[in-house]
């Protein structure tokens, strides 16, 4: 159970922070940029579903993923301790959480169009705000793969996975609320190469 009573704690005020571990580490450390990067991630998926409440089924799958990615931002935050170590069970990314994405990728896409042309981020507010959110977890990936370079072990391969699958979520999402359930949406919003020459 997570209590917070005070905001601050005036201990980061020298430009540290700490792990879930307790360890200490420099804010801008690419673990806090990992996982702060979930953080953002998180709150754009907040904003696309300021748009997505007329679609239960999309809005429950977005709600779901705000979920797991605080379980990912825990994950990250407690590299390499075991029950042991902590004296309590680490939060870890599972493979069903990868797995589940890959079905919902499967039952979205089951609704569109073959894609023909690269599609360009726009159309209805809802999808706009999945390709924000699939630009940010893209980031997010770009930063965890580095991570877990530089910290040989200490990412797990199911929270690689989970955040590699996202972005394909996201994508998939955005042109599906394109499209919509009334079948009505403008659709997906296609680059013209060159047009603007």
Request: glycine residues 8%; proline residues 5%.
């Amino acid at each position: 159970m997570v209590t917070l009573n005070k905001i601050y704690t005036r201990t980061g005020d020298k430009g540290t922070t700490a792990l879930a571990t307790g360890d200490r580490v420099a804010k801008h450390a690419l673990r806090i940029e990992s996982y702060g990067t979930v953080d953002e991630t998180n709150a754009t998926v907040g904003l696309a579903r300021l748009h997505t409440s007329d679609d239960a089924a999309l809005d429950a799958m977005l709600a779901r993923i705000q979920n797991d990615l605080f379980d990912l931002g825990a994950d990250l935050a407690t590299p390499g301790k075991t029950r042991e170590e902590l004296g309590y069970e680490p939060l870890r990314i599972a493979e069903v959480q990868a797995t589940r994405l890959e079905r919902e990728i499967d039952e979205l896409n089951a609704h569109l169009a073959p894609l023909r042309s690269f599609v360009l981020p726009g159309g209805r507010p809802a999808a706009a705000h999945l390709h924000l959110a699939r630009t940010v977890s893209r980031r997010a990936e770009r930063l965890m793969t580095a991570l877990a370079e530089a910290e040989p072990g200490l990412v797990s391969e199911p929270a690689l996975k989970y955040i590699n699958r996202l972005s394909d979520f996201f994508f998939v999402a955005a042109r599906y609320a394109n499209w919509a359930p009334d079948g009505k949406g403008p659709g997906d919003v296609l680059w013209v190469p060159g047009a603007n020459r």
